[in-house]
């Protein structure tokens, strides 16, 4: 029988852990808290901070807008036009369905409720911000808002008919809720 630690061995003829191996797995363990514990700040800096949290959502009140209004809000540093429309700009857009659209949608895909239509009031050609919020702005050929850094003509349902942009008007995720409020984000 040997007196050393290291070759001793247990009831069973297995030889028991040595001590050099006790100390490897505590030091292996430490090392991975260490480097757990020194990265955290790392990854804790790449949430959003809590201004962006609270810019991902909005809720905007529609009771004091008016038939024929337009505003606009913020929602992610981006302005979004919201018009009350008017039966007579309802029925532009819908007669327009079946026209011959760049980017094809039907007014009924983009305002699901008809009488309001919610979409960011960014140019997609190259991000400009169309015309059109006020009463006195151009709305381009279509009535709707009008582009003036390219010359894009976009339709009441924010529908691209003329000039360099590629898509329609895009539409933020939103819901309505019940109070005459709308959930943006």
């Excluded at 008809?114 to 151009?138: N, V």
């Amino acid at each position: 029988m040997s007196t050393s630690f290291e070759n001793a061995t247990g009831p069973d003829d297995t030889p028991e852990p040595a001590r050099r191996d006790f100390l490897y797995i505590v030091t292996g363990a430490l090392g991975a808290v260490g480097a757990g514990a020194a990265m955290w700040p790392f990854i804790d800096s790449m949430n959003p901070t809590e201004d962006v949290l609270a810019q991902s959502s909005i809720e905007v009140d529609l009771t004091p807008i008016e038939v024929g209004q337009r505003i606009t809000a913020v929602w992610q540093g981006k302005p979004i036009f919201i018009d009350y429309r008017t039966p007579a700009q309802i029925a532009r857009a819908k007669a327009d369905d079946h026209a011959d659209l760049r980017d094809p949608a039907l007014d009924s895909e983009r305002a699901p409720r008809e009488e309001w239509l919610i979409q960011i009031g960014i140019c997609t050609h190259l991000g400009c911000i169309p015309l059109g919020q006020r009463p006195e702005d151009p709305r381009g050929d279509w009535g709707g808002w009008f582009c003036p850094c390219h010359g894009s003509h976009y339709d009441t349902a924010g529908r691209i008919r003329k000039g360099p942009a590629p898509k329609n008007l895009f539409l933020p995720p939103y819901k309505f809720l019940p109070n005459g409020v709308v959930f943006i984000g």
